[in-house]
């Protein structure tokens, strides 16, 4: 693809409510020229049609600031034999809090 410049115009940022037990999560979204945010729960979805080509969707998950490590997702199976994400490591393997890390983030 040549050199061509892309401009951000949505963010959705995966947000814990820290104030409910298990720290449940929603999307809190953001539209370029928007001063408003939608925050929901409901699976984020993306039609092709809907954007130009050269579009390019990228997800940035965040890393340890002690090891570097991704952290750690949890899976389950459910009674059809279908693997899903039970929750997330509430502490890296090196010992980082991530809980902590929740509450002093998303008060």
């Not at 892309?6 to 020229?33: A, K, L, N, R, W």
């Not at 050269?54 to 750690?72: H, Q, S």
């Not at 389950?76 to 997330?88: P, Y």
Request: proline fraction near 6%; charge should be negative.
């Amino acid at each position: 693809m040549s050199d061509i410049k892309t401009e951000q115009v949505q963010q959705s940022i995966v947000t814990p409510d820290i104030y409910e037990d298990g720290h449940p999560c929603h999307f809190v979204s953001y539209h370029e020229g928007d001063m408003s945010e939608d925050s929901h729960s409901h699976p984020v979805v993306f039609n092709v049609s809907d954007y130009p080509s050269g579009t390019t969707i990228t997800l940035n998950i965040p890393t340890c600031p002690d090891c570097g490590e991704v952290r750690e997702t949890n899976y389950r199976t459910d009674d059809n034999g279908k693997t899903a994400v039970d929750n997330h490591a509430s502490e890296c393997e090196c010992g980082f809090d991530w809980i902590a890390w929740e509450d002093e983030n998303f008060d």
